[in-house]
C-alpha cells in the first residue's frame, strides 16, 4: 500500500523567507505526485504536479517541486513567501492504478 | 469549463437522524467521482469513488454510504448519524483514474 508523510504539520514563516515544505512516499512503482493548497475559506486546488519528464515541476504563484526518485520525495518550494501564501499545503501520491493518497498537510502561516 | 457544487455548505444534525449530501459536476461526461471527508491534522480520507452509474467502490466500512444515480451526481447518505461522523466532506472529480482530481467547496456536517 503507497503512504505519504509530510515532515511538518506547521510552519511559521516571515514575508521574503524561503519555504520548502517536505513530503516522502512510499510505493515501489511509478507514481503521480501532486500537490494541493487550500487556502483560508476556498476549494482545495492544485498548485503542481509531475506525471513524468523533468522531475523540476514548476506550478501556480512561483512554487515548484522536485521529484527525486531515489528519495521518494516531492519537496515543494518557493524561493520568497508571501502573506497571501498562508494556507494548509497537501501532498498526494498515485501509484500505479490505485486510488490518490494524501498526506495530513502543512499548515503555513506567513507573517507579513 | 468544469465546474463541481455541492450541498449543503453547512449541516447541523442530531445524532441517529440520516443525511444526504448532494455532489453534482457541470461541463465534463461520465467522471470519476469521490468523497473525501477531511479532518484537521489527519488530511483527506477516501471515503468513496465511483467509475460510473451505479458502480461504487468503498474505501473505509463505516456508517456511510454513498450512491451514484446519475452520470455526473454522487450523493453520500448515512441512515443514522453518529458524533463521530461530524467533519469536512469533500466530493472530487476526474477525467480518470489517472488524472488529476479537482475539488467541491465542501459540505461542513456537524452531529450533535
Known amino acids: 500500500a503507497q503512504s505519504v508523510s509530510q515532515h511538518n504539520h506547521h510552519v511559521i514563516l516571515s514575508e521574503a523567507a524561503s519555504l520548502e515544505l517536505g513530503c516522502n512516499y512510499s510505493?515501489?512503482?511509478?507514481?503521480?505526485l501532486f500537490w494541493y493548497v487550500q487556502y483560508p475559506g476556498q476549494h482545495l486546488q492544485l498548485l503542481l504536479k509531475?506525471?513524468?519528464?523533468?522531475?523540476l515541476v514548476k506550478g501556480i504563484k512561483g512554487f515548484e517541486a522536485e521529484f527525486i526518485k531515489s528519495k521518494f520525495s516531492f519537496n515543494l518550494r518557493k524561493p520568497s513567501v508571501q502573506w497571501s501564501d498562508t494556507a494548509e499545503y497537501f501532498c498526494a501520491v498515485k501509484g500505479g492504478y490505485s486510488t490518490l493518497t494524501f498526506g495530513k498537510g502543512t499548515m503555513l502561516l506567513v507573517s507579513p | 469549463s468544469q465546474t463541481i457544487h455541492q450541498w449543503p455548505a453547512t449541516l447541523v444534525q442530531p445524532v441517529g437522524s440520516p443525511l444526504s449530501l448532494e455532489c453534482t459536476v457541470e461541463g465534463t461526461s461520465n467522471p470519476n467521482l469521490y468523497w473525501y471527508r477531511q479532518a484537521a491534522g489527519r488530511g483527506l480520507q477516501l471515503l468513496f469513488y465511483?467509475?460510473?452509474?451505479?458502480?461504487i467502490s468503498s474505501e473505509v466500512p463505516q456508517n456511510l454510504s454513498a450512491s451514484r444515480p446519475q452520470d455526473r451526481q454522487f450523493i453520500l447518505s448515512s441512515k443514522k448519524l453518529l458524533l463521530s461522523d461530524s467533519g469536512f466532506y469533500l466530493c472530487?472529480?476526474?477525467?480518470?483514474?489517472?488524472?488529476?482530481?479537482?475539488f467541491g467547496p465542501g459540505t461542513r456536517l456537524l452531529v450533535l
Open positions: 509531475y506525471f513524468s519528464g523533468d522531475p
Open positions: 465511483s467509475v460510473g452509474i451505479g458502480q
Open positions: 472530487a472529480w476526474s477525467v480518470d483514474s489517472q488524472e488529476t482530481q479537482y
Open positions: 510505493y515501489g512503482g511509478t507514481v503521480n
